[in-house]
């Protein structure tokens, strides 16, 4: 046997281990290629057979009335801040802090001398004018009864006359006037309660310069407030503000008065939003003839809300919210279906909702968002 003969019987001898160990080592490889091929073919069969059990509720209309618990704040039903309409000096005050004074009643007297000087150099011009009135009437009076002789008076006097005693008779209407002015002036040095109510402010005492707002003083002399009647006003957030302005009566509590319940009734509402706040402010009006409650307390007020006729009430518990949206889980066939739905009133548990919903649609009552669409369902028997 030639040396190239036995080359050959060697190369295919190692050429036939060497295929031999390949197989050995591609066996393995498909079999792990075919368990993972079983195994996601079993999970596919797992999860087309597995189904969720839930509760299904069937979808009804109702109605759902509410109730919202808003901060409020007493206010007086009506107040003034009371300045000096002169500048003058404060000559005696005849209230102090807390008094409760009557419509009309002198709080303090003022006094400005200078004004009277006024009044007098008034008075003086208007008894001049009247005087100056008084003789230009009686010439025109006299030349007007002698024109009746025919040539005894020119017309052209006549007419003289009779404007001179229009100009005095102007001139006397402007001095009457002026003394008048100064006579109301000098009543200002009286300041008088403008309604009945609780003086909050005293800030004055006799000898004290004052003026109108931002002259003479920087402080109001007194604050008169009426207590008798308080307002209590609350910020009803934008959502609210239709249900809200039907509601009926309200109730109320303070924090310094505890186990005391007020009530009160929507009276006057703004017609408009704050733009910062996106809140309307409604009014209430609040008999306090006991004196119980005091301007600036801040009430808790507990308001109930109307709710809409023929609305989807569901269980909170069937409400998913995510970052995306907020649903409701609704069975189709058996098969899981996310609906998109907006949230009305909410009491005791129950939510108002809407969206593309009908009557008898079945949903899931206690959803999550881990059942994703599609999933299989099964109702929970109970």
Known sequence: MTKRHINIMNINKYSGSYRVIAAAALLPIGLFFASCHISRADDENTSENQSVQVKIIHLKKSSLDGSL??????????????????????????????????????????????MNTQLLEAQSRLHTKEAMFRASRATYERLLKTSKVPGTISPNDLDMAFEKMSADSAELLSARSSYHEVQQMLGYLVIRAPFSGVISQRNVHPGTYVGPAGKGSDKPLFRLEEQQKLRLSIAVPEVYTDEAAHAGDVRFTVKSLPGDTFTAKVNRVAGSLDVKLRSEILEMDVANKNAKLLPGMYAEVHMPIPGKKDVY?????????????????KSVNNKALWVPVKTGNEANGQVEIFGDLSDNDQLVQNGSDEIKEGTALQAATK
Do not use: C
């Open 69 to 114: 618990r808003l901060p409020g704040e007493i206010k007086p039903f009506q107040f003034a801040d009371l300045y000096a309409k002169v500048n003058s000096y404060v000559k005696s005050v005849s209230v102090d802090l807390g008094s409760q004074v009557v419509a009309g009643q002198v709080l303090a007297t003022l006094e400005a001398p200078e």
């Open 313 to 329: 009430v569901v269980p909170k518990s069937a409400i998913i919210s995510n970052s995306e949206k907020v649903f409701v889980i």
